[in-house]
């Protein structure tokens, strides 16, 4: 062969070495379909050393028997994984390390996991490439982080390996996309083999083998909150972020966190939002999972649209019942996705807020301990000023305003708002405000290039406590912005040491706010203001449609 | 009825009014299926007056036949449509304005439309929403520019409506996602129906109706540069990049802009860059639209892959021979996809680097000038900061410290490298570096909130001219990053009114580095050092697998 046939032929070598993998599982499968009991002689036959694995793994939905496939498969064929998934939330997916199947790991969130993954790389038994947010991850998917097979999950399939996900879509069409694309394998395991997919969320020559698996896949419920575990001291922060932040900016398009704060302000929409007469002028569209506390806001005509990231247990037959609220297929059930939906957070809504559990002096916050990796998951994305976005919106253009009053409007960008919320002593008495992370202890544990900050100071434009609101967009320096956060810390260490004067100056200029100067008077943060006070109520406010998973029926 | 018997009936408003849409749009189909001489009647039963309307529109694609079909319509019945769509393309896109069947405009590229565009935003014939890049406009297809109903254009349809793309995938999924889930009306023109589709790039239950045109969309060759046209002083600035940028940073992930200059780099890899001993180091991944200019780096080995955000005329054949790069489908041809593509650019690129038009005196860029609305595309997504970006990077972690040398290292961002390039004086001798930017004069006569900056100068961290590097990392305060530009400026007044003392000393920091600091004799910068320098070379390094249009064979 001369130079050039000989690199022609190395052209090929990817598509090649992808047509010998799977001839290898074909061996194990009639036409696409893959027994159950075969599971792992397949991910030995297709799976080689030091493979890019995307074992699905996504914010709610898992793919629970694949992963106990891989599990089983014997070290000596298939080792040495370069894990490359969103969420590492079952107890198999950190077991592939122990066992050798895995060695490298790229995940943007751990949950339930978040413990034994920090042990873990302290004790060298995963080489860390980096923690990402989703879209960031996703985004990789597509450069550096390619993976050779994909281990998905989807409710059903038909014998041409087309994939009903149902309402849990989320990451499944861009695991899909980058490894379907890219000569690599997509392993699908469904509930069931059916005849008509209800619809076709993945195209079957996207998808290479199925193995049915009679069940449903392992999906947590992440984003139910009990509101009768909302206490007084949330509903006041959710009623001074609603008089002092949604209403003086008008903010129509945002995100919402998944904390109890934030719980409360969608309960306090119908009721304390509808007094101050804010229907249809503020939180009318949404990048969101179907909150189940979002449903008697919804249900009193505050809520145009939502997006969503992912679905919610329980939520199915509500979201089936308002295609004019959510994003449904022409099965009736929701399509979510959440590269777009996180795509929507960060370019097409004007804030977001969220609950986090500390805050330091510059307004860093992080939701790690010193000895959990929790991950990032989508709140860095969302809660980060995206200085690409070029459409100005009314409360994008206030705050570049109110950030930067001096320079030339016409070459003065917009900010986007960017709420922390919280009270000032969280669970178990732990201070919401640290004169230092215990993100930075954790990262020089771990020998990490950074901190795992979740939300850096310089994106913040507000926090809220129950003791005001500080609007850092207001402050023009650090000694200034530090004032302002010690000024609403309360009787936390860092709210003790404040300079008296200087924090009286910044609440004159409306720096920061009391509840006294938005004219609330927190002794009316009371429980009777919102719109359910239970499950069970959430469930009357839905006709009926919403099902709470076991945990949260109480009668 | 009672209320609730009231609000339900309200819930399902949204699709009942889409069943009377498709009904009435079945009287003009068989099945799915539509003549192209009823495409007209077909748009007047399913369109409603002020509806949210994507016309594709993309970057490179256009739904030609659609949009003459919308232009046909009765205004009586099809009129004060609002177009939310990326690409302002065709004329007919604009003549829909002038017949009254379209009132408002949100959009993101206006490329051959953009002077018309102006003057008719100037005349009030075109109500404004506002300019975004790709990734904005997307994103507010799942908030608040949800279509109503999406004409949209692929190669060929069965009679399911499933839909095969070719390499033009571009826009096509994403739009189709908004409107096919949130109960709008999907209308594909297709150049034809055949019995088995080479590959499913869009399921046929998104779709409502397929027009069998007869022949291929309409499509612009954008991103081909002839060799033949690239100038020494191009040469030059391609060389200061790849010796002062790309080789220290080691920049392996990145997005090119589609001007000269890097066409120009993209030509020097295989001959500067390889006695540089860059291969294997720098430049390997990329999110790029296949560049033609890109395939002797290609054949050269190194690019380990690129994913695409459209395709480009003529680069069929030889895409489908490099699967090993390229991202493609089980058909062989190229999968692309924008939003992916322009994520991937966002997130997992470690640099952006491009051309522009103007750039003042704080480092604002801006390519349009006082009677042309471009639009941004996708440059300002891409060339902007990240900061929401969490995983760490070699070059990412570098350009943080050099901006921020004194915080402390756990707790500082590393900053993306947005890059400009280009000659101090550009086409027909119109200086590169401006006082003020035209697009401020734009934004006064149009009244529009924000003057029109492709990338602002706070996300800038290096502009290359033939007379050296601005590295704007390294600028401590305004005065310097003044300096420093004007220190690059060449003869351009601004140029020559730069503080010779202080350029020296930027100089002496390495906040400016000349040809000569980096050890480049301007002399040698020659067309020589092209590894093509015609089309048919280019030809020629693809064995004869790329086909260039018509336009640009002269031989």
Redesign the interface.
């Known amino acids: 062969m001369d130079g ?1 046939t000989l ?2 032929a ?6 090649d070495a992808r047509n010998a993998r799977l001839e290898a599982g074909a061996k194990v499968a009639k036409g696409k379909i893959v027994e159950m009991r075969d599971a792992t002689h397949l991910l030995e036959a297709v799976m080689r050393p030091d493979d890019l694995v995307c074992l699905e793994g996504d914010n709610q939905k898992q793919a629970d028997v694949l992963s106990a496939a891989l599990l089983a498969a014997d070290p000596a064929k298939v080792r040495d994984l370069h894990m490359v998934q969103s969420g590492v939330v079952l107890p198999e997916h950190l077991d592939l390390f122990e066992r050798g199947i895995a060695r490298k790991l ?1 995940f943007a969130y751990s949950g339930p996991q978040s413990a034994r993954i920090a042990a873990m790389l302290f004790g060298g038994k995963i080489e860390l ?5 989703y ?6 998917y ?3 982080l ?1 993976p050779n097979v994909a281990l998905i999950a989807a409710e059903s399939a038909d014998r041409d390996g ?1 994939l009903y996900t149902g309402p849990n879509t989320e990451d499944t069409p ?1 695991v899909v ?2 490894t ?4 690599g394998i997509v392993i699908a395991q469904v509930g069931q083999i059916v005849d008509k997919l209800p ?3 993945i ?4 998808v290479n083998f199925v193995v049915e698996t009679g069940r449903h896949f392992f999906v947590e419920p992440l984003f139910t909150r009990d509101p009768a575990a909302i206490t007084e001291g949330q509903i006041l922060t959710a009623m001074l972020a609603l008089k002092g932040i949604y209403a003086p900016y008008g903010v ?2 945002l995100n919402h966190g998944i904390g109890f704060n934030t719980a409360a302000i969608e309960l306090l929409l119908p009721t304390y939002g509808e007094r101050l007469g804010l229907r249809g002028k503020v939180a009318s ?3 969101l999972n179907p909150h189940p506390t979002l449903i008697p806001a919804i ?1 009193s005509g505050w809520v145009e ?1 939502v ?1 969503c990231f992912g679905s919610e247990v329980g939520m199915d037959a509500y979201v089936r ?4 609220v959510f ?4 099965d009736g059930s929701l ?1 979510s ?1 959440r ?3 996180q ?2 957070g ?4 004007d804030m977001f807020i969220g609950s986090t559990l500390q805050i330091d002096l ?1 307004g ?1 916050s992080s939701t790690v301990t010193t000895s959990r990796v929790a991950g ?1 998951g989508g709140a ?13 919106s009314a409360p994008w ?1 206030q705050a570049g305003r109110e950030a930067d009053p001096d320079s030339a409007p ?4 917009g900010r986007k708002l960017v709420v922390q919320i919280g009270e000032t002593f969280g669970e178990k008495n732990a201070p919401l405000f640290v004169e230092k992370l215990d993100a ?1 202890a954790l ?2 544990k771990l020998k ?6 979740m939300i ?1 100071g ?2 913040v434009t507000h926090i809220v406590t129950e003791e005001g609101i500080a609007n850092l967009l207001l402050c023009r320096d650090v000694a200034e912005r530090e004032q302002a956060i010690r000024g609403v810390a309360g009787y936390t260490e860092v709210g003790r040491a404040r300079d008296a004067a200087m924090v009286r100056r910044l609440r004159e200029r409306g720096a920061i706010r009391r509840p006294e100067d938005l004219g609330i008077d927190p002794l009316d943060a009371d429980r009777g203001l919102l719109a359910a006070h239970s499950i069970k109520d959430l469930v009357r406010w839905s ?1 009926g449609l919403y099902a709470p998973p076991a945990q949260f029926r109480n009668w």
């Not at 195209?203 to 996207?206: E, M, N, R, S």
């Not at 960060?346 to 809504?349: E, I």
């Not at 860095?380 to 100005?392: F, L, T, V």
């Not at 016409?410 to 960008?413: E, K, T």
Request: charged share 30%; net charge positive; with cysteine.
């Open positions: 050039s690199r022609r190395s052209w090929h070598r990817g598509r790229d490439g980096a923690v990402h947010t879209l960031e991850l996703f985004a990789r597509f450069i550096d390619t087309n861009t996309e980058a379907a694309f890219k000569d619809r076709v969320d195209p079957g020559d996207q129509q398009r569209r949404f990048a249900e649209q997006h019942a308002r295609p004019d994003f449904t297929g022409a399509r996705n590269a777009f939906s795509t929507a960060l370019y097409a809504c510059q860093n990032f860095p994305n969302m809660g980060s000023d995206p200085r690409g976005r070029r459409h100005p253009l016409l070459l003065r960008r930075l990262a020089e990490l290039d950074l901190a795992p900050v850096y310089d994106d006709g």
